[in-house]
């Protein structure tokens, strides 16, 4: 597998979404999936003191298999959790005995959201930590993951010598999020940038309305929305690692197939006007902006908001029973519901949204659109069920 920075591999494995048995991380398959990414040329994995129970079961997967040395092991300092160097000093202890690891390869500041963040945290005596832990050799590279609008990115990009960077990045978002400008501007810089929401949460791949997956069909039945899309990434330069959070072994194989056969420069005009043809087709149906990272989670009240959006949004990407159907599945056919009339309108979600969605709302629309009578009927009989 072609590997353009740092020799690190040009698809990482993202371990937010480790495959799921009965609630919990299902170690078995985790391992086999490992397993076929090593053994197939995937050395970058990226995990998060956040993402429950990730960072533990990755660690304990690669000593298990006396993987460590094979790999590149990037997790995240969640800044907002830390008011000190000790809080920080406390966390990432936490990560290397859970990572069971003496050194962090590439460690990020998660999810920063501008420059004036970043300032306070050298003014809280944080940078002087991490270059401590760099010298120390407990800490190789130090980057950052970002959400927001080109302006505030080349900010940040400006505010320190970065060893690398991660943006979300994908055809939808091509001039929105920190876009290709940013993503240039980093490349000229010499910052390697790591591609996280390839597919934006699989919305470009299952979410896609019927008429963007025809243009996609005409122009090469052979290709998936997921190959176009993966494509498209590694089509420019500036690109160096994407992440997919592959949890089946099909994902895996496919996702390793396509990263084995691209190369740039592939796509030119033709692909160009293809590009175009389906974001006019996407932008028509989508109604709410979301990717499903889950940022917004727990909800005070129990609102799935991301699964919310979702059904949300299959209302008008695909049609109206389909929505609907998920809807009353996903969120009101259970014993705890977290359907969207649950809100109580208290804002912490928009605080952790790096979308920047007005969620609130963005649920009352969902309530008016999809909590009909036909809705209340089915939901008063869940609630006999679940009583």
Same mark, same amino acid.
């Given at each position: 597998m072609e590997k353009r920075k740092n020799n690190w591999s040009i698809l990482g494995f993202g371990c937010m979404r480790f495959p799921v048995k009965s609630g919990r991380i299902n170690m078995k398959e985790t391992e086999r999936e490992l397993a076929y990414a090593i053994r197939h040329g995937i050395n970058y994995f990226d995990t998060a003191y956040v993402y429950r129970g990730s960072e533990k079961a990755l660690g304990t997967l690669l000593a298990?298999?006396?993987?460590?040395?094979? &790999? &590149?092991? @990037?997790?995240?300092?969640?800044? #907002?959790?830390? *008011?000190?160097?000790?809080?920080?000093?406390?966390?990432? @202890?936490?990560?290397? @005995?859970?990572?069971?690891?003496? #050194?962090?390869?590439? #460690?990020?500041? *998660?999810?920063?959201?501008?420059? *004036?963040?970043?300032?306070n945290m050298v003014h809280m005596g944080i940078l002087d930590w991490l270059l401590e832990m760099k010298a120390a050799g407990k800490i190789r590279k130090i980057g950052f993951s970002y959400h927001g609008n080109t302006c505030q990115f080349i900010e940040i990009l400006d505010a320190y010598a970065w060893d690398f960077c991660q943006v979300q990045y994908n055809y939808m978002d091509e001039h929105s999020q920190a876009g290709r400008e940013g993503m240039e501007y980093a490349a000229k810089k010499g910052i390697p940038v790591i591609i996280m929401e390839p597919l934006r949460g699989g919305r470009l791949v299952n979410g896609l309305p019927a008429r963007a997956k025809e243009i996609f069909r005409r122009a090469d039945p052979k290709r998936s929305p997921a190959e176009w899309a993966l494509r498209w990434l590694w089509n420019q330069p500036g690109v160096s690692v994407v992440l997919s959070g592959m949890n089946s072994m099909e994902m895996l194989r496919e996702n390793i197939r396509i990263a084995r056969s691209v190369r740039v420069g592939e796509f030119g005009r033709r692909e160009d006007h293809i590009f175009t043809k389906v974001r006019q087709a996407v932008n028509q149906k989508i109604k709410v902006p979301c990717t499903g990272c889950g940022y917004c989670q727990p909800c005070p009240a129990g609102v799935d908001i991301p699964g919310v959006f979702r059904c949300y949004n299959v209302r008008y990407t695909e049609n109206y029973f389909t929505g609907m159907r998920e809807y009353l599945m996903c969120t009101t056919m259970r014993a705890k519901r977290t359907n969207a009339s649950l809100c109580q309108k208290c804002g912490k979600c928009e605080k952790h949204c790096p979308q920047g969605i007005a969620v609130r709302k963005e649920l009352e629309h969902v309530v008016k659109h999809m909590e009909n009578p036909i809705y209340h009927a089915v939901a008063f009989v869940t609630k006999k069920m679940f009583r």
């Open positions: 298990k298999n006396q993987w460590r040395e094979k &790999v &590149v092991i @990037a997790t995240k300092l969640p800044h #907002y959790l830390i *008011h000190s160097v000790e809080g920080a000093q406390k966390i990432f @202890a936490e990560q290397l @005995a859970r990572l069971q690891t003496d #050194y962090i390869d590439n #460690y990020l500041m *998660h999810m920063l959201p501008d420059v *004036h963040v970043w300032e």
